[in-house]
């Protein structure tokens, strides 16, 4: 069974720019959440998705937002890039009803970097 | 709010050496807890959880046992490999929406 996909796997951007990254979940998983992990840092959490609606946000600007389709592919969309926003997006899908004890499976992440 | 701090690194060692890497938390309740495992250029993996006081996770030769009163989750590994050789993430997850918070990371490299 394929695991987590991300797409692209490295973009180069310019400050100001949109940027659209994509995860397809592993197969009948419903839930998909988006983390941030600059360099050196751990992993930070950006937004959970489950049945296409929000179910949690973390503490990032509203230059980030994300949406989730029928399929249960997600897209994170990030606006005005800052320099700041250069990091590694790791997508994460879960299996059931994405309770506490659920385990999250993570794909390869999307290195992005602001110049 | 709930956090989570891991040993800074790196922490080198030789094959076959003992290794512990120190985890705390901070949070109401009873989280659960995970260590994952990051190799060079990849995405993190699940290498163990604990989801009650004093249960013990284990895998690959790695086990971390949940200390509800120390507040602590420490990595340990008898005898490591240079295959080990990784950054290790400490987590809690506890809310609702399944968020999890990751410690800052501890680096490992195990030299031959």
């Known amino acids: 069974d394929a695991g987590v996909t991300q797409s692209p796997t490295h973009l180069i951007k310019t400050r100001g720019q949109q940027v659209t990254l994509r995860c397809s979940p592993i197969?009948?998983?419903?839930?998909v959440s988006w983390y941030q992990q600059v360099l050196g840092q751990g992993p930070q959490f950006i937004f959970q998705?489950?049945?296409?609606?929000?179910?949690g946000r973390g503490n990032f600007p509203d230059r980030f937002s994300a949406r989730q389709f029928p399929n249960y592919s997600s897209e994170l969309n990030v606006n005005a890039l800052l320099l700041g926003d250069s990091a590694l997006y790791l997508c994460a899908s879960l299996g059931l009803a994405g309770g506490p004890l659920e385990t999250q499976y993570f794909g390869p992440g999307t290195r992005l970097l602001v110049l | 709010g709930n956090s989570v701090t891991q040993m800074e690194g790196p922490v080198t060692l030789s094959e076959e050496a003992f290794l512990t890497i120190n985890c705390t938390y901070t949070a109401t309740g009873y989280p659960s807890l995970f260590w994952y495992v990051q190799y060079p250029g990849e995405g993190l993996q699940l290498l163990l959880k604990?989801?009650?006081?004093?249960d013990k996770g284990s895998n690959k030769g790695f086990e971390a046992t949940y200390r509800k009163e120390t507040t602590s989750f420490h990595l340990e590994k008898g005898s490591v490999q240079v295959s080990d050789s990784a950054v290790y993430f400490c987590a809690l997850s506890k809310a609702a929406g399944n968020k999890l918070t990751f410690g800052g990371g501890t680096r490992v490299l195990v030299k031959p």
């Open positions: 998705y489950y049945e296409k609606e929000e179910r």
């Open positions: 197969s009948g998983h419903k839930s």
């Open positions: 604990a989801t009650k006081a004093d």
